[in-house]
């Protein structure tokens, strides 16, 4: 059975077409600015092309959103393209994880539902680098833990840029040295190593916390610069939430 499974984040739009539960192909659109009905129909039916993906092979569309304005025109495109309705998903969709809060987001829900199922028999951590730099902890049976939220690596980024006349437009990535002497590298320095600080500390402090050594996952835009530099993230996996998702919905009724 193929599957389309659709992760509307608040930067960007991340699709999977699953075989199963594998994720064989994955693309990114962003997520602003918003789309009509119509854009993102044309928009979908040229990256099923270019990915050679048959729409009337697909029978089941799952969608996961944290941006409600676009779930309802992400709907309809689908409805339009696979004569189907989406299976829509969120914190209350039943699954082997306890959300508890009524305020948590689905991204973060459905990051624990992939940690729970991907990775059982011990406390996970997961690192999600995204729009927010988000840390969730769930354990062996499923109960969540807790949830940190940071300011994003690259949302932080884009202000410093824009509230400041001289530093420019950078590379997010790991400078040669910690200090550096030229502008870019100074700020790819405070970037890099000033937020993988933060995250360290995230994971220490929430292995004190609950008394255990957890299993650290990293997802998101950014996680792959982060996942080489320290040693307390065992698995990056950009396609994480989007197995979250792909489990959450695989087998409701839309």
């Avoid at 594998?22 to 693309?27: A, F, G």
């Avoid at 270019?50 to 495109?77: D, H």
């Avoid at 829900?109 to 730099?133: E, R, S, W």
Wanted: proline fraction near 4%.
């Amino acid at each position: 059975m193929n599957s389309i499974v659709i992760n509307v984040g608040n930067s960007n739009i991340r699709f999977g077409l699953f075989n199963g539960d594998n994720c064989d192909i994955s693309w990114v659109i962003n997520t602003k600015p918003y789309r009509t009905v119509d854009e993102l129909y044309v928009q979908m039916l040229m990256l099923y092309q270019t990915y050679k993906i048959e729409p009337e092979e697909i029978t089941r569309v799952i969608i996961g959103s944290v941006v409600p304005q676009l779930t309802k025109v992400i709907s309809s495109a689908i409805k339009k393209i696979h004569k189907i309705s989406p299976v829509i998903v969120d914190r209350s969709t039943p699954s082997g994880v306890q959300a508890k809060s009524k305020q948590m987001g689905t991204d973060i829900y459905a990051n624990l539902v992939a940690a729970h199922n991907l990775y059982p028999n011990q406390k996970k951590i997961v690192i999600d680098f995204g729009t927010a730099l988000t840390a969730s902890c769930v354990t062996e049976t499923g109960e969540t833990l807790g949830v940190i939220i940071a300011p994003g690596i690259v949302t932080s980024l884009n202000s410093l840029i824009s509230q400041t006349a001289q530093l420019p437009d950078i590379e997010l990535k790991k400078p040669k040295t910690v200090l550096g002497l030229d502008t870019v590298t100074c700020m790819q320095s405070g970037m890099v190593y000033g937020f993988l600080g933060m995250v360290e500390g995230f994971i220490d402090r929430i292995n004190d916390e609950v008394n255990d050594d957890c299993f650290v996952v990293a997802t998101g835009g950014v996680s792959h610069v982060y996942k080489p530099l320290t040693e307390k993230i065992h698995v990056m996996d950009r396609l994480h939430t989007l197995k979250g998702l792909y489990f959450l919905g695989k087998d409701l009724q839309p």
